[in-house]
């Protein structure tokens, strides 16, 4: 069984950055496709990026398309998610997943980190 680990949330004033961090056991990354979601309270739960087991191919919801980057350091078995300019609207706790598959649903997703908060302050 594969096991995620999410960290590097906090609080942070709108504008500014954060870096989370997914490590995975094993040789996890090798062969799935890696995905971060983020879930608002009282909203479902919502894709953010995605970057393939090959780092050939990544996707990012347009709400955070040209802020956030995905990407993964393969000896340190870790994904990334360094999130630039956040917005008091990106507050939400934020899990890192793997797929079989490229995808972006989170019903593709099989294997879940415990997730991480992030809040962006006004």
């Known amino acids: 069984q594969v096991q995620l680990v999410e960290s590097g949330g906090g609080l942070v004033q709108a504008g500014g950055s954060l870096r989370l961090s997914c490590a995975a056991s094993?040789?996890?990354?090798?062969?799935?496709?890696t995905g971060w979601f983020r879930q608002a309270p009282g909203k479902e739960r919502e894709f953010v990026a995605a970057?393939?087991?090959?780092?050939?191919?990544?996707t990012y919801a347009d709400s955070v398309k040209g802020r956030f980057t995905i990407s993964r350091d393969k000896a340190k078995s870790t994904v990334y998610l360094q999130m630039n300019d956040l917005k008091p609207e990106d507050t939400a706790v934020y899990y890192c997943?793997?797929?079989?598959?490229?995808?972006?649903?989170?019903?593709?997703?099989?294997?879940w980190g415990q997730g991480t908060q992030v809040t962006v302050s006004p």
């Open positions: 970057l393939s087991w090959s780092d050939a191919d990544t």
């Open positions: 094993g040789r996890a990354f090798s062969t799935y496709t």
């Open positions: 997943a793997l797929s079989t598959i490229w995808a972006s649903r989170a019903y593709q997703y099989n294997s």
